[in-house]
């Protein structure tokens, strides 16, 4: 992770869908069912209209200074001072958020796969494969990234074809039967988890090539747009074979895996499938662990952020295992706190800049036209 390397437009907006379906596509069907019933899809549309919002939002600071990072615009407009002030909440629930997506793996592994397997012993391989991974750089990520991600998609698709003689279109209505109250409640959690999150990628936007900086805005809508699209299908696949049932399952599309049957040929795959779809937890934590390696770095005016990796990549091993270990205590973070969480520590300092570079822009143009 040096300033040497580069990747294309496309291979960010990759890192983006990534980051936003990977571990979302496993968690949130259920619980965004369970409580927006048959409307859940609106739920995400109104979410992902917030998401575009802050993608708008981050897509302007990196135009004004494609050369800086959230950390770098910070520091021209308010000084460290104030910086560190602003984004060290950031940095600490970032720890939060890559032990938080890890104790997700152990917890899917632990009702799933792998159940008489220890939580820690699982979280501990995956934190060292995720260590390994951010160590490499971002340029190898984002070549791992157009595999695995075809990878991911190819086995999500499979699911919804091979369900497709179980689907029962009828389970879809009545859309709102208990009015616009649930659909506005789970439109909340979803915007929490994964919507708000995306506004991380601000620290690592000045990796994109300069010649793809125009190309960079509608690469990221178009991730963007797939995600919920995924998102949705996925809800609607959800609800038309489980029906009442789709709100009460954890892992949705685990549990249409274990549904598939093929005239014997084609049958228990839900193992295979599982371990596809974990590809999406341990390459968000990965994409997750470099951006904190890079926000440390520029906080912190290191030279190189390698040294790190490990012993950031130990505490927040710790922080998996002896936080939430509890999964109904974890459910109702997720569920009340973490949208208002990530708003105060990762929507706020990005607002606040914002709000200082726009006022500065249309300053600077009023004292230009004065002279």
């Not at 520091?75 to 940095?91: K, S």
């Not at 959800?238 to 789709?246: A, F, K, N, Q, R």
């Not at 922080?319 to 109904?328: G, N, P």
Request: charged content about 15%.
């Amino acid at each position: 992770m040096n300033k040497q390397e580069q990747i294309s437009s496309i291979q960010m907006s990759m890192l983006l869908l990534f980051f936003m379906t990977g571990s979302s596509i496993v968690i949130v069907p259920a619980p965004l069912t369970n409580l927006g019933g048959n409307g859940a899809w609106i739920s995400l549309l109104i979410a992902a209209a917030m998401g575009t919002l802050l993608l708008a939002s981050i897509l302007y600071l990196y135009r004004k200074n494609p050369e800086l990072s959230l950390i770098g615009q910070s520091r021209a407009l308010m000084g460290n001072t104030l910086t560190l002030i602003l984004l060290l909440p950031l940095t600490c629930v970032m720890f939060w958020n890559v032990a938080g997506i890890v104790i997700e793996i152990g917890t899917f592994f632990k009702n799933t796969m792998l159940k008489e397997t220890p939580t820690y012993a699982v979280n501990t391989m995956f934190f060292v494969t995720i260590a390994l991974t951010a160590l490499a750089g971002i340029e190898v990520i984002a070549r791992m990234a157009a595999v695995l991600l075809a990878l991911m998609f190819a086995f999500i698709i499979l699911i919804w074809i091979l369900v497709g003689s179980l689907y029962h279109p009828e389970y879809i209505l009545p859309i709102m039967p208990d009015g616009i109250g649930p659909i506005l409640n789970a439109a909340y959690v979803v915007y929490g988890f994964p919507y708000s999150e995306l506004v991380v990628f601000a620290v690592i936007l000045p990796f994109v090539r300069k010649k793809d900086k125009t190309k960079l805005g509608k690469h990221m809508y178009a991730a963007l747009i797939v995600n919920t699209l995924t998102l949705i299908l996925s809800v609607f696949s959800s609800i038309m074979v489980l029906g009442p049932l789709s709100g009460d399952l954890k892992y949705s599309l685990y549990q249409l895996a274990r549904l598939i049957y093929f005239q014997e040929l084609i049958e228990r795959i839900e193992s295979v499938i599982g371990f596809s779809l974990i590809i999406g937890f341990y390459f968000k934590a990965s994409i997750l662990l470099v951006i904190l390696m890079k926000l440390l770095k520029e906080l912190l005016k290191l030279d190189d952020e390698r040294y790190l990796v490990f012993p950031v990549s130990f505490i927040c091993l710790l922080l998996s295992v002896t936080t939430y270990t509890k999964e109904a205590e974890l459910e109702e973070l997720v569920n009340t706190s973490w949208p208002l969480i990530n708003n105060i520590t990762y929507v706020l300092p990005v607002l606040l800049i914002l709000i200082v570079t726009v006022i500065r822009s249309q300053f600077g143009k009023g004292k230009k036209q004065e002279i």
